[in-house]
């Protein structure tokens, strides 16, 4: 099983948001949108927007080594965002991989109660990706011998 690096999972974030119907404002290692501000001492990954609505997106991607109350502080902080104008609540998007998916959610479920209607966690898996249909899998179609 091949790892996601940090790339990666911003790209998995970005798609899954235009899918959502947003459009992305900033978006960390993009090649033609802006870096997103920093919100407080905290980096985030796209900042997009749909209608009047806001929504952040972080990535979580290695947490060994990382202290618990940073992550609470980082989560608590950019989930009680509220837009300058309208005051509607911005939502916060957090891509994790499979080993930090249930840590995190653990986290929200017992510590952040108040604030887990604004938070949407997106878990990003590899073999999810894989996608077999059915008249693959009865080798019906016709691949290639040689994929490059």
Do not use: C, W
């Amino acid at each position: 099983m091949t790892s996601l690096n940090r790339r990666d999972l911003t790209d998995k974030l970005y798609f899954k948001l235009r899918a959502a119907g947003y459009s992305t404002i900033g978006r960390r290692y993009g090649t033609y949108l802006p870096d997103p501000p920093n919100i407080g001492d905290f980096e985030i990954e796209v900042l997009a927007k749909q209608k009047k609505e806001f929504a952040i997106g972080i990535v979580l991607d290695d947490l060994s080594g990382v202290d618990v109350n940073f992550i609470k502080q980082k989560i608590r902080f950019l989930a009680e965002r509220k837009s300058t104008y309208s005051g509607n609540p911005v939502r916060l998007y957090i891509a994790l991989t499979r080993k930090n998916y249930f840590f995190v959610k653990h986290l929200i479920d017992s510590d952040l109660t108040d604030i887990s209607e604004n938070i949407e966690l997106y878990l990003v898996d590899v073999e999810g990706e894989l996608v077999i249909t059915d008249t693959a899998a009865g080798g019906k179609a016709m691949f290639p011998r040689f994929i490059n």
